[in-house]
């Protein structure tokens, strides 16, 4: 059961009023169906697009979640729905429990749930989908939310409780997963966001671009009332964006392991827009946080329960000469976009280095640390088009992709952590240069 | 004002559950007696009230507050005599309230003359009429019901050397209802107090007179035949009485014993009552109408009773694990309250002294379709006493007034049958009938009120239910139906205010009628009908087309 | 003889001198309005080249492209350029006025013409400022979209679309200024309808559900081959 925490006073007051009056962000039905909800202990947020395939088996582990760690507390499923034509959101309602279906299959369970469903637009937007459930959340008092994707396959019924406990019981404001993965999966993540978030904010966050994560009602009013929801820039990477107000603000963060991270439909061809809602989202956030993190030197841990990262180590028929051919050609053809951002002896460099072989392939950890840190600089000044600059990335990181599989090809999971760690290292050894780089000549 | 002569007429009771021992004391000892209770049905007269439900006065070594009786024809001597009982029954009716006893069928005391004599010899003629066994290994599976005193169903008599079958206290012995000379007599009995003009018998324990191999000796079709035959010379030889079973079972195990409406008339719904108190602790309807949906249809000549509280624990046999443990979190946090899976608490006690959801409570039970039983000081909001054994907390003197032992007795307060309550919520000093009806706004003014609410309309007795679900789930709502009168009820389950939105499509064009202030209440129309209501709050309308 | 040369001649002297004279006052006005002009525009130069400052008009010109190209020519940079042309613009302009008074038959409608010209002229100079900028742009938008759709030869397509947007920008130019107006146009309006063009603005724009089609279509046989091959970044 959910400890009754000695209620705190919310500092975001004045800007709540601006939130719930705003011209009728949420639909009127929605705000209907909010009233018959009531106040709750715990929300889910379940964004939805057309994920018929998926989200019957997301939603039933959810409701199996809610019934085995929180049968006692008031919850919600809310789902803003992006205009799905298979049937998604009725999906996600059967979820309900109450007492107007009289079906004989029912189980037992103490109280009503209530599973509400929304459209929000005729196409996904997932900053929009965020703030219906933040709305939410806030006038249903919810005191935990979690936001889950639909299409994590994997979930299982403890993913709420290693989600939702540490901020139903232990006070804090935002928990996220760590996963099982492949040492190959989301190397994003781990040769990028995972160092940069760590060495320029100075806290070691495995995952701060998850598919689901926890919040506090704290957390959730300040970053619904302190958002500019009109900007392009809300529409992606709002994700990464909650992360980062979190440490901007704050407030206490933590990390929870769950299990194995389950990938549906994200492609290589996926790469560019993934490195706008992550990459392009991180600089951006990077402007406006200067102060913040221009001072910080080093990194420390955060909270973590359970495993903070575990690898498998199953052989995986990876494309290489393809990363290889992207990264070289890449080089090639963007060189006149790399001159604006790159600076020489890096440029030179990465044109040295494409003259490897596949197989003895070497983009060093340093070069890389510094191809991202004159990327943000660059994007910092705009020395072009922004956008363009989180493309330009692209065959890069596909060249770092595949250093780090050479470099880590018979690596166990330990040589794996080794690595990465090292990585950030130079990441936190070099800020001094990012920080020479984003105040120098203009 | 004498009886209505209505074959139905528990249909329309309102029943008041009383113990004489503690309801007044007419001369001094400490002790309630019959004259005292007699001296008190005006006060039962006003509140509104038109059934008593006596508990068992008959002779008894009191180890089972008189539920071990040790003489079924005869009135225990610290409560008055048999003229005593009489004179106060005729009074009783004179006032149009009909009477209800106990009537323990399953067992005695073994201090009874029938059990003295069966375990003297096994050649003696009342042998056979309790169940006796070489072994104690017959009958097995079959639950125990006091957990918390009783290790078996057998109990080993050094006298008779043989053990004996008692599903109660080991101090009370199961009657033989195999033996035809056992139900003779007890028919006999219950004749002894028809004739004498008692209303009707609440009869204890029913589901478990008699027993089979390989059963789990509850609800056999041998006791039904049993109970169907009592209730034949009953509808032959008195007619208008009424029969009332005590089967703590679920709704679908109940049902058997109204039958085709030629066993009892009416039974209590167990099951119903635990959820009442889940309904407003969760502020959730479930728990609710979900047993509503699985209680059976009853005849037309059979009522279900409805009660919040007894002079047993609340119990929580007909629950499920997960719901009994959070009743005991949230009613019975301190362990001292639980007793043999129930909780041993008042009603005001349980609902934190609430009174606008003491309220509720009453006016569910009171719209609900059945019979309601107030539980006697329930009606002024009495508190119990935890500290006293077994389920004595719930069974402390009525507390009349602010003076001499609440006015219950003149006896010195260290002798009388059961200590007073103190402290200063529940005290006497602070809770007391006099200051309630001198008091508008009291508890009891309330509840008097109300009463006189329900008796203006046959639905809440006779009619059929309906229950409207409301998207809001804090909302209980339902229609009472009756010939031509309809009554919409909407209660809030919440301590907090709530708005809910009903469908009353179906009765478009009625005008609604709020029923305590007669107010009327806008029309029914095309839209969801939009009701606001605050803490604990509920609503009776009457609906009524121009 | 000799005497009635010298009184023609004289006589031309004196004519001389007479229009010298006549001209002379207009003359000294030209040379005044001249300098005022000189100042004026030096004036208007360095007003041009703060406000070019203060709209960073050197970094537009960068993302432009321009400033590479003029780097190339060895000419200094775009502000320094237009500020200098703000100013040769405007004492080119005294002068002729000047010219114009001096009421030198012709010139007057010639000057007319020049002036009429000018905002033309100024039109024309935005028009290819800022489709310089475009094209600029928009092949860098298709290059990297090449690039990160493993589209073959991207360097190509990137300054196909350059090339195609210049000479839209070219077109227009020239239409602005009047000159070859029908040649051009006809030129233009082939290579316009090249379907090229429709294809690299649709991928520069991000890869719209057509473009996306035809991505997939020209790629499916090579898409078993990616699914097993790639993890996700993410």
Redesign the interface.
């Known amino acids: 059961m959910l400890d009754e925490t000695p209620t705190q006073e919310r500092s975001a007051a004045p800007r709540d009023e601006v939130v719930l009056a705003d011209e009728g962000f949420l639909p009127d039905d929605f705000v209907r169906q909010l009233i018959n909800v009531g106040e709750v202990d715990v929300l889910i947020g379940l964004p939805t697009h057309n994920n018929a395939k998926t989200v019957g088996a997301v939603v039933a582990e959810i409701q199996e979640g809610i019934l085995q760690w929180f049968s006692r507390d008031r919850a919600a499923i809310i789902n803003p729905d992006a205009g799905s034509r298979d049937g998604t959101p009725e999906l996600v309602v059967s979820a309900s429990i109450d007492d107007v279906r009289r079906s004989d299959a029912r189980r037992f369970t103490l109280r009503t749930l209530h599973s509400i469903s929304t459209r929000y637009g005729t196409s996904v937007a997932r900053g929009t989908a965020l703030r219906t459930i933040l709305a939410a959340g806030e006038l249903l008092r919810a005191r935990a939310t979690a936001l889950i994707s639909a299409d994590s396959t994997s979930i299982k019924r403890d993913w709420l409780r290693a989600l939702l406990k540490p901020i139903a019981n232990d006070d804090f404001d935002l928990v996220l997963p760590t996963y099982v993965r492949h040492k190959f999966d989301g190397l994003l993540i781990t040769n990028l966001l995972y160092p940069v978030t760590r060495a320029v904010y100075g806290l070691r966050i495995r995952e701060p671009y998850a598919a689901e994560f926890a919040f506090s009602s704290r957390l959730g009013s300040q970053f619904l009332g302190a958002s500019p929801w009109n900007d392009e820039a809300m529409k992606e990477g709002c994700e990464i964006r909650f992360t980062l107000a979190a440490i901007a603000g704050g407030f206490r963060i933590a990390q929870s392991f769950v299990g194995a991270k389950s990938h549906i439909e994200q492609r290589a061809a996926d790469l560019v827009p993934a490195l706008r809602q992550t990459v392009g989202a991180l600089f951006g956030e990077m402007e406006s946080h200067f102060s913040l993190w221009s001072g910080k030197t080093g990194s420390q841990a955060i909270s973590s329960t359970g495993a903070e990262h575990e690898f498998t180590l199953d052989p995986q028929r990876i494309n290489r000469k393809r990363l290889f051919e992207m990264f070289r050609s890449g080089v090639l053809d963007l060189e006149s976009v790399f001159r604006s951002i790159l600076s020489p002896a890096t440029l030179e460099e990465l044109q040295r280095i494409t003259g490897q072989g596949e197989d003895d392939f070497e983009y060093s950890a340093e070069l890389w640390v510094k191809t991202v840190y004159e990327f943000a600089a660059a994007h910092h000044k705009a020395v072009i088009n922004r956008d363009h600059i989180i493309q330009a990335l692209a065959p890069l990181f596909r060249g770092r992709a595949l250093a780090f599989i050479l470099e880590n090809k018979n690596a166990s999971a330990a040589g794996v952590e080794n690595n990465i760690e090292n990585l950030c290292l130079q990441f936190e050894g070099l800020k001094p240069y990012l920080l020479e780089l984003w105040t120098g000549k203009e | 004002m004498a009886l209505k002569q209505d074959p139905l007429w528990y249909k329309d009771a309102v029943i008041y559950q009383v113990h004489v021992r503690t309801f007044y004391d007419s001369n001094g000892d400490g002790i309630g007696d019959f004259l005292g209770l007699e001296q008190r049905l005006d006060y039962l007269q006003e509140l509104g009230i038109n059934a008593l439900w006596l508990m068992p006065f008959f002779p008894s070594p009191l180890r089972d507050a008189g539920y071990d009786i040790a003489d079924y024809q005869s009135v225990n001597p610290s409560y008055g005599n048999l003229d005593d009982f009489r004179k106060f029954l005729k009074s009783a009716h004179e006032r149009g309230i009909r009477v209800i006893i106990e009537m323990v069928l399953n067992h005695t005391s073994d201090q009874h003359p029938w059990f003295q004599q069966s375990r003297s010899s096994q050649d003696n003629p009342y042998r056979d009429w309790y169940v006796w066994s070489d072994t104690d290994t017959r009958y097995k599976g079959t639950r125990i019901i006091f957990l918390d005193t009783e290790m078996s169903n057998w109990a080993w008599d050094p006298i008779s050397k043989a053990y004996f079958w008692h599903r109660f206290f080991s101090h009370q012995p199961d009657l033989n209802y195999d033996n035809p000379a056992v139900r003779e007599e007890m028919w006999d009995v219950m004749k002894f107090w028809l004739e004498a003009g008692v209303d009707g018998f609440r009869l204890d324990a029913v589901p478990y007179l008699t027993e089979r191999e390989g059963t789990n000796c509850e609800n056999l079709p041998e006791t039904h035949a049993i109970l169907k035959e009592f209730r034949r010379r009953l509808d032959e030889q008195f007619p208008g009485r009424m029969l009332l079973a005590e089967a703590n079972q679920w709704p679908a195990d109940l049902r058997p014993y109204f039958a085709d409406g030629d066993e009892f008339h009416m039974a209590f719904h167990f099951p119903l009552m635990p959820r009442m108190f889940m309904g407003v602790k969760l502020e959730d309807r479930k728990p609710i109408t979900e047993i509503m949906q699985q209680t059976p249809e009853i005849p037309v000549t059979c009522q279900w009773c409805l009660f919040l509280r007894n002079h047993d624990e609340l119990t929580l046999e007909m629950v499920t694990d997960i719901e009994r443990d959070y009743m005991y979190d949230v009613y019975a946090n301190n362990r001292t309250m639980r007793l043999n899976l129930g909780i041993r608490r008042r009603l005001a006690p349980l609902l934190d002294n609430d009174r606008r959801c003491i309220e509720l409570m009453n006016g569910i039970l009171m719209s609900l379709p059945g019979t309601p039983i107030i539980y006697y000081g329930d009606e002024i909001g009495m508190g119990d006493n935890v500290n006293l054994g077994d389920r004595d907390g719930v069974r402390t003197p009525m507390q009349w007034s602010g003076g001499w032992n609440g006015g219950f007795s003149s006896a010195d307060p260290e002798s009388l049958c059961a200590p007073m309550i103190l402290n200063p919520i529940y005290g006497y000093p602070a809770i007391n009938v006099i200051s309630q009806r001198r008091t508008p706004h009291s508890l009891f003014s309330w509840t008097r009120g109300i009463l006189a609410v329900r008796k203006s309309s046959r639905a809440f007795g006779h009619g059929s239910i309906e229950f409207l679900y409301p998207a809001n789930h804090r909302i209980l709502a339902y229609i009472r139906r009756c010939e031509n009168e309809t009554i919409l009820v909407v209660n809030n389950l919440s301590k907090t205010a709530q708005a809910v939105e009903l469908d009353l499509r179906r009765f478009k064009g009625n005008i609604l009628i709020e029923m305590s202030g007669k107010n009327i209440f806008p029309r029914v129309g095309e839209l969801p009908y939009l009701l606001t209501l605050g803490s604990y709050q509920f609503f009776w309308f009457r609906l009524r087309k121009v | 003889m000799r005497e009635m040369i010298i009184s023609e001649l004289m006589q031309a002297v004196q004519e001389l001198a007479r229009g010298f004279a006549r001209f002379l006052p207009r003359f000294v006005v030209l040379v005044i309005i001249a300098f005022v002009g000189w100042v004026i525009a030096y004036l208007l130069k360095q007003l041009a080249r703060s406000i070019l400052r203060l709209i960073k008009f050197d970094r537009l010109s960068?993302?432009a492209g321009t400033s590479q190209l003029l780097a190339k020519a060895a000419l200094p940079p775009s502000s320094e350029i237009v500020s200098r042309l703000v100013f040769w613009m405007a004492w080119l302009g005294f002068v002729l006025l000047g010219i114009s008074v001096l009421g030198i038959f012709g010139m007057q409608e010639q000057i007319a013409r020049f002036f009429l010209f000018l905002p033309r002229l100024f039109v024309a100079m935005l028009i290819l400022f800022f489709g310089l900028l475009a094209a600029s742009?928009f092949s860098?938008?298709t290059?990297?979209?090449?690039?990160?759709?493993?589209l073959p030869s991207?360097?190509l397509l990137?300054h196909a679309v350059r090339a195609i947007i210049v000479v839209l920008i070219l077109s227009m130019v020239f239409e602005e200024l009047g000159i070859a107006e029908q040649t051009v146009l006809l030129a233009f309006g082939i290579a316009f309808g090249a379907v090229m063009l429709g294809l690299a603005i649709a991928f520069g724009m991000g890869g719209k559900d057509l473009a996306r089609q035809f991505l997939e279509n020209r790629f499916l046989r090579e898409k078993e081959?990616?699914?097993?091959?790639?993890?996700?970044?993410?």
């Open positions: 960068e993302n742009f860098r938008a290059l990297l979209a090449a690039v990160n759709g493993n991207p360097r990137s081959e990616r699914n097993e091959d790639e993890l996700s970044p993410l």
